[in-house]
Each structure stands twice: as C-alpha cells, then as structure tokens.
Nanobody
Framework: QVQLVESGGGLVQPGGSLRLSCVVSGTIGTIFSNSLMGWYRQAPGNQRELVATITSGRITNYADSVKGRFTISRDNAKKTVYLQMNNLKPEDTAVYYC?????????WGQGTQVTVSV
C-alpha cells in the first residue's frame, strides 16, 4: 500500500517562508518518477484545491493564487516532492497534502498544517 507522509508545516508570520516535503513509499521508483504529482490544500469549510503540479519531466504548473510565490520540485531518487512557499499570506492557511494527480493514491496522507498569522 502506498503511503504519503507530508511534513514541514507550521506557524509563520505573513511574508514568511516554509518548505513542505512529501515522501512517497510503497511504490516502485519508476512508477513514482513517471507520475504527475501535485500539492493540494484544504482550508476549513472549503473544498480541497490543487495548488501546484510537476510532471515527470519537471514541468510545473501553479494555481493563480500562488504563482510567483510557491515552487514545486521533486527528487525521484528519494521519492519526495517539495513545495517551497515564500511570501506567505493569511489566505494560504490550510492543511497541505500531496498526491499523484491521476489516479490519486489512496488513502491520502494526513497532511501538514500551515498557519499564516501575526
């Protein structure tokens, strides 16, 4: 069974930075390296939304709300996906998850809480 373990969240002031990590285990390395991976987030009362994606060829795409502030990357040897978040805003507060885009791995990981507040 595939496991997704997100980490790196925390409490940060507006304008601050965090780097999230997501380790994927239980899958063959070539499957991971060929997978389109994404970071998602879910704020209280909201649906889960897609924040960023990265292809096997490291082509990236971002939601308009984070473009220019967030950077997604991957290390296939470590089966890990990263999300560098800079210039954080209060509206970035959410639980952040990573997963394969299509199809999603199940179950989802527990996520990592990011809180942006003074």
């Amino acid at each position: 069974q595939v496991q997704l373990v997100e980490s790196g969240g925390g409490l940060v002031q507006p304008g601050g930075s965090l780097r999230l990590s997501c380790v994927v285990s239980g899958t063959i390395g070539t499957i991971f390296s060929n997978s389109l991976m994404g970071w998602y987030r879910q704020a209280p009362g909201n649906q889960r939304e897609l924040v960023a994606t990265i292809t096997s060829g490291r082509i990236t795409n971002y939601a308009d709300s984070v473009k220019g502030r967030f950077t997604i990357s991957r290390d296939n040897a470590k089966k890990t996906v990263y999300l560098q978040m800079n210039n954080l805003k209060p509206e970035d507060t959410a639980v952040y998850y990573c997963n394969r885009r299509f199809p999603n791995y199940t179950p989802w990981g527990q996520g990592t809480q990011v809180t942006v507040s003074v």
